[in-house]
């Protein structure tokens, strides 16, 4: 987080209160641009140090968040179950620096394609330590992932046929996990990945394993939604899954070795429909809390229990993720709200469109707070960052920081019109380092072919 040990901050000049006309879809009944405090660093290195050497905008990740999420889940899992295993989502942020952080903290790899499958086996995850999920997997991915003894994730039953297909090729009879699909109460249905368990056609895929004699059952997968900010709902696929397998053991013989639960996990992030930020977000503790009770109906011994698997995203990286930008225009609207131009736009955030991120300033602001949108400087009119909040006056080249910008964003966003920017590591011992160099001509014209006749 930031310090605010800028000298400046310590002499700030009285502000009188205001009064503020109720804006509705704004939060000023409860006076957040007052309580706005400027973040000036992030984990002690300044925000201007970082511009200065990496250029606006910038993505800058906390590694003492990701690797405090890490341990805070691990430990909350490790606490309750006697075996864990968190197996990184390469989806939310595949930079290679980022899985580092976690695969250094002992995470295994969840990939859903071959670029990722290569991408975890290119910085050194073991084939066997890669959970390898969604609903296509090419032939010669699949192939490499069942040879190499990955753990893949059957998601329909023409994937079932095409790895017993390879298997029967390679003469090997691989383990594969089932992803079974679960209606929840409270949360929309995820119907269209896995096997559906209600309907009975997961109880048909492994009866088709058993039949085939090809693959073995290894293990039960769900993964039911994403920023699901209450725990009931795992409770409820914990005990949906573990009754599953419970049935298997009784009726099958079949002892799965691992149970993965997915992930899905909020942020301190806001939703847009969410009044107060952050409101909500159950501590890491309580959603392994509500899954190893759910669990409970496996009705095993401690030392008979699978390995209890977990592949969260979000939770785990956005919190850790900031973007830092520039003010590049200010104008006055026709409808009296005053809108600022930034450095960066929806190409660079796309979680834009679904979340009401936190943004703050990065130098003392004064002034009264007035509403603002904040645009991005893309030629399009849905580039808007902020509907609108309460800003103090911005100058051309203030500093905003949009914080919780961690998952989805760098692996969702768009090269558009411009160069994507730098990505920075700040260490936990004030070092900082680049995650990812920013875009220019070269990189962006790389891949260009013009065609020998024109
Ligand atoms: C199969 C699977 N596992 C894990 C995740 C990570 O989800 P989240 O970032 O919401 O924790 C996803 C994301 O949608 C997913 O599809």
Redesign the pocket.
Known sequence: MSSTSDPRAARAPYEPPTILRHEPQMMNKFSRAAAMRPETHIDGVAVDELIARHGSPLFVFSERTLVERYRELRDALALRWPRVRLAW?Y??NYLDGICRVFHREGAWA?V?SDFEYAKAVRLGVPREHIHF??PWKPEAALEEALRGGSLVHLDHFDELVAAERIAERLELRPQVLLRLSLAIDGVPAWAR?GFDLESGQARDAVDRIVAGGRLRLGGLHC?I???INDVEPYRQAAAKVARFARELREQLDISVEVLDL????ASHNTLKEQYLPGQFTPSLGRYAEAITEGLAELDLPLQERPTLAL?????LVDDAGYLLTTVVANKRLPDGRRGVILDAGVNLLPTAWWYRHDVVPAQPQHGLPEPTVLFGPLCMNIDVLRDTMLLPPLRTGDRLLFHHVG??NVTQWMQFITYRPAVVLVGRDGRHGLLRRREDLATVTAPEEIPGWL
């Open positions: 989502s989806k939310t969840e859903v999920n969604g990945f993964h939604g994403t920023f997915g992930g899905g996990f592949e969260a995203g979000r939770a998952a989805y």
